[in-house]
Every structure is written in structure tokens, then in C-alpha cells.
């Protein structure tokens, strides 16, 4: 009768530790799958939204409200952004130390909701001043260091808000489906790439409609509106709290990282001779931080920290051991893990540089073409909606073509995270190849004077659509690996290592602008490659470089 009972709750519980906001085991049928998983689908789109009613015409807020030059307003939104994925590391280590992920997503949220209440308060307030400044032709007079000061309170209270937040939603998203059951386990796979759809539908109405206002210098409406859907974001995923499916924190892995690297330095001298029977693995391990992992080769060094010596064994029957003197093996993995995964990571670093010069580079060239079709003007940022609409049809394309293509001609499961990764880097190369011909023929078509070409913007497609084909390869397959490769106790830390990846790469473009123009700028007549008026730099170099 025990042995039926245990039966039927391994039958209906999940098998990979998860538990409901009670702390019970979850039950497969009234927790997670893809309930939960669309209300964090939708709560993605919201706060993209949110977030992107900001970032993505944050350069010409710049320029033309808080009076910057266009190299100064490329660095700072280079800088601002590299920032928000900075402050990924410092969620995921909350969240997988001590909050937990659903508390870490609530708290950065409201933090979010604050920095986006606090720049609609001082946009409305003092800076967009004169009265109707902040368009194209009507740019606002100086402001005072208070004013600036809070204005770069409030974007950057919006950087750890949504930074903090992103990597630990993504994580959460994918808690909610079971790898060990093979329907669910599938589901977790689809849901990296409805997750990033959901976040590139979600900055589509930032990219078009908010934009629109914004350019036309209606600022406060667009903050406005991305407040507003900040806080339906965060009401609408504490009304899932019951639904969801949860994972205890697994305390800080910082001192579990350094014990492994000091219990190997004690036996440096130590000849390991058959190292897989001496191994040690304790229990508690893994029970507070998640499954046990196998040993593997490699950094075989390390393998020192989990070997028992004569002393060890002694100390063990004692009831001292010491975990500085010896690890378990479940320890050395995690770090054998994160070693393994930092030269992938740094390669991303260099995708990253590229995808950055979206919400830089090509809005400043966008607003150096043709913007008009008849009366009506095209808002440069608004371009960003053919790299949205690229990565909804190319989401589309490899899921449902190219993927199944490739696994009936390779009896596979498809292409590896590794290979789209590859892709990705390949078609992003071409996207910038694309944007420095566009450049080259605005110059030709260029009036030196007035600081327009007469080139349309529509040119600058191709870009847009090969920067999102890029996208889906190399985040969609970032995402997955990270997350798929990363110990359970450090999930939300693999996620964050997309973001930061991100993050460096926006502080590379800057420093590369900065280098830039220093190297090319003379004087009046040599400004620089990216100069205030694009047609007297040569910009086209710069997006080649």
C-alpha cells in the first residue's frame, strides 16, 4: 500500500525538485507547463515594451533635449546599456543565492517601475523645456547639474530595474516546464524561442507607435505609456503566484567556488592515481544545491580538491572535515561548468559590439536619409520594426523548416546551440557590411550644409532584417546553452551571462567610438568619422571597422 502511495506521487509530482508557493512538491497538472509559461511570455512583452519606450530613441533624447553631440550620445547609450546587462550579474547572484527567482523578478521590477515613474515626473517637470522642444527641428535649451542629475538617476534606477529582472524572467520561464518528462522537456526548448519573440513583440509597439510621439517631441507620453505598462507587467505576474512552479535558492557559490580552488592549491603535490574511486561526494551537497553532477575529464587539476587523502579519511570518521580541505565532486563540476562556458561567452562579446550599433549608429545614420514619405515623417528608431518582424518570421523559419530539415538529413536533433551561435556571427558580419554600402551611397547623396541625404531611409532595411536573422541564431541559441549548460544551483547565473555578454559588448562600441574619434578627428574641417553632421564624417568607415 506504501510502495502504490510513492507511486502515485512520483506519477503526478515533477521530477526535477520543484515545489508550488507552499514549499510542497509540485504537482505536474496544477503548476507550470504552458499556463505559466504564457503569463511570463506576456509579462516579457510588457516590461519590453516598457523598456524600449525609452531605449530605443534614448539617443535622441540626447541629442535633442539634453543637448549632446552625436559621438557623446552613441557613448552614453552604449554606456547606459551596457549597464542595464551589467546589472544581470547582480540579479542572478540574488536570485540564486538567496531570493529565489520569483522574488528577485518582483523586487527589480517595482525598482524598474520607479526609474520609469521618476523620468516621466522630470521630463514633465524641467527638462523638456522651452515648451514643444524635443523634435527635430525644436531642440531644448541647457539644464541646470540638479536637473541632469536626476534624469540619470531615473535611466539608470530603470538599468537595474530591468536588468536585474531579465535574466532571472527567462530562467523562471523555463522552471515552469520539467525536463524529465519528455512532453515538457520539449516545451522548455520551444520556450527560449517564443521568449524572445515575446520580447521583440513586445518593443514593437515602442518601436512604432511610442516612437512616432516621441520623435514629434511628445516625450512624456511615450514615458507615460511605458510606466503604464511596467505596472500591468508586474500586477499581471504576481496574479500567476500560484500557478508557478519554484526553486529554492541555493546559497552564495562564491565560497563553494573558492573552497575548490583552495582545497586544489593544498594538493597541488598530491599524485592522484586512480581519482574516480577516491573522489568524495557528500550528501548534503546535493540536497541543498540542487542534482549531483558526474565527474568528467578535464581540468583534471581541480579533481585534486575532491580528492581524499589518508588525512581526509581520518578527519571524515571524526566528523571534521573541513570543506576548505576537501570538495565534493558535485563542487569541482560546477566550476569545471563555468570554466567551460567562459571562451564561448567571450566570443559573444564580439556579436554583441554589432548588435549594439542598432540603437546607436543606425538611428543616427536613419536620421541623416529621407525620413518622409509625402507629409507624413518616419521616425529613424521606428526602422528597429523590420529587425522585430525579421526575428518573428526567421523564429518561424528555423522552427518550423530549417530545424526539422536538418535533423531528418543528419538523424539529429538539428542544428547545436554552438552552430546557430556560428550562423549568427556570420549573417551579422553581413548586416554590417549591409549598413557600411548604405552609408557610402547617403554620402554620395548627401548636401554637406544641411545635414540630410537625400537617400531614402528605406535603404537601411537589409540591415535591420539580417541584424534580426542574426538575432535568432546567436541569443536564441545563447539562451539555450547557457541555461542548458549551467548547474542548477547557478541557472539564472548562465542566463545572465547572455546579458552580460551584451553588456560588455556595449562598453567595447564605446571605447571603439571613443578610439575613433580620437584617431580621425583634426579639426574644423576633419571632425572626426562621426561627427555632429554625419555627411561631413565618414561614418561608413566606422560601421566597416
Not at 535611466?155 to 518528462?181: H, K, R, V
Not at 512624456?220 to 500567476?240: E, H, K, P, Q, Y
Not at 546551440?417 to 556560428?422: P, S
Request: glycine share 8%.
Amino acid at each position: 500500500m506504501e510502495k502504490k502511495m510513492k507511486k502515485e506521487v512520483s506519477e503526478v509530482c515533477t521530477m526535477d525538485g520543484a515545489v508550488d508557493m507552499h514549499g510542497h512538491p509540485a504537482v505536474r497538472d496544477r503548476t507550470g507547463n504552458w499556463v505559466a509559461g504564457i503569463l511570463i511570455l506576456v509579462n516579457q512583452g510588457l516590461a519590453t515594451l516598457a523598456f524600449f519606450g525609452v531605449g530605443v530613441n534614448l539617443v535622441l533624447f540626447l541629442t535633442r533635449v539634453m543637448g549632446q553631440d552625436n559621438a557623446d550620445a552613441a557613448n552614453n547609450v552604449s554606456k547606459w546599456t551596457g549597464t542595464v546587462y551589467l546589472f544581470s550579474l547582480l540579479g542572478a547572484f540574488l536570485s540564486d543565492s538567496y531570493l529565489g527567482r520569483y522574488a528577485t523578478c518582483a523586487l527589480f521590477q517595482l525598482i524598474f517601475l520607479i526609474g520609469l515613474v521618476a523620468l516621466s515626473l522630470s521630463s514633465y517637470i524641467f527638462l523638456l523645456k522651452p515648451k514643444g522642444c524635443g523634435d527635430a527641428k525644436f531642440h531644448c535649451g541647457s539644464h541646470s547639474s540638479y536637473h541632469n542629475a536626476i534624469f540619470y538617476v531615473s535611466i539608470y534606477l530603470i538599468a537595474l530595474g530591468n536588468g536585474g529582472y531579465q535574466p532571472n524572467i527567462a530562467t523562471f520561464g523555463a522552471d515552469q516546464f520539467d525536463e524529465g518528462d519528455p512532453n515538457e522537456g520539449h516545451s522548455k526548448i520551444a520556450f527560449f524561442s517564443y521568449f524572445y519573440l515575446a520580447l521583440n513583440l513586445g518593443s514593437l509597439f515602442s518601436n512604432t507607435i511610442l516612437d512616432y510621439f516621441e520623435d514629434n517631441g511628445l516625450w512624456t507620453i511615450g514615458f507615460w505609456a511605458s510606466a503604464g505598462s511596467a505596472a500591468m507587467a508586474l500586477v499581471l505576474f504576481i496574479c500567476g503566484t500560484p500557478r508557478y512552479r519554484y526553486f529554492k535558492p541555493s546559497g552564495n557559490p562564491l565560497p563553494r567556488f573558492c573552497q575548490v580552488f583552495v582545497a586544489a592549491m593544498r594538493k597541488w603535490k598530491v599524485k592522484v592515481l586512480e581519482p574516480e574511486e577516491e573522489l568524495f561526494e557528500g550528501e548534503e551537497f546535493s540536497t541543498n544545491y540542487g542534482r549531483k553532477l558526474l565527474h568528467t575529464q578535464g581540468f583534471s587539476f581541480l579533481d585534486k580538491a575532491a580528492y581524499m587523502t589518508t588525512k581526509d579519511v581520518k578527519k571524515m570518521e571524526e566528523n571534521k572535515c573541513n570543506p576548505w580541505h576537501v570538495s565534493t565532486v558535485t563542487q569541482v563540476e560546477e566550476v569545471k561548468c563555468i570554466l567551460r562556458l567562459l571562451p564561448i561567452w567571450l566570443c559573444t562579446i564580439l556579436y554583441s559590439v554589432v548588435f549594439t550599433q542598432m540603437a546607436s549608429l543606425f538611428v543616427e545614420q536613419g536620421d541623416a536619409m529621407d525620413t518622409r514619405i509625402s507629409s507624413f515623417r518616419i521616425p529613424p528608431a521606428s526602422m528597429s520594426s523590420f529587425d522585430i518582424l525579421s526575428v518573428a518570421a526567421f523564429i518561424f523559419f528555423y522552427r518550423r523548416v530549417l530545424d526539422p530539415f536538418v535533423a531528418r538529413k543528419t538523424n539529429s536533433r538539428g542544428l547545436t546551440e554552438l552552430q546557430r551561435m556560428g550562423i549568427g556571427l556570420i549573417v551579422a558580419i553581413m548586416a554590417m557590411i549591409s549598413a557600411g554600402l548604405v552609408e557610402h551611397f547617403r554620402l554620395k547623396y548627401a548636401s554637406k550644409v544641411s545635414g540630410s541625404s537625400s537617400l531614402s531611409i528605406f535603404w537601411q532595411v537589409p540591415q535591420y532584417v539580417l541584424i534580426g536573422a542574426s538575432e535568432v541564431f546567436m541569443y536564441v541559441g545563447q539562451l539555450e546553452f547557457f541555461n542548458g549548460q549551467a548547474p542548477d544551483a547557478l541557472k539564472s547565473f548562465g542566463s545572465a551571462l547572455c546579458m552580460t555578454s551584451i553588456s560588455l559588448g556595449n562598453y567595447v562600441s564605446s571605447l571603439l567610438v571613443a578610439i575613433v574619434m580620437k584617431i580621425s578627428a583634426k579639426d574644423q574641417d576633419m571632425p572626426g568619422w562621426i561627427p555632429g553632421n554625419l555627411n561631413k564624417g565618414h561614418l561608413d568607415r566606422g560601421l566597416k571597422y
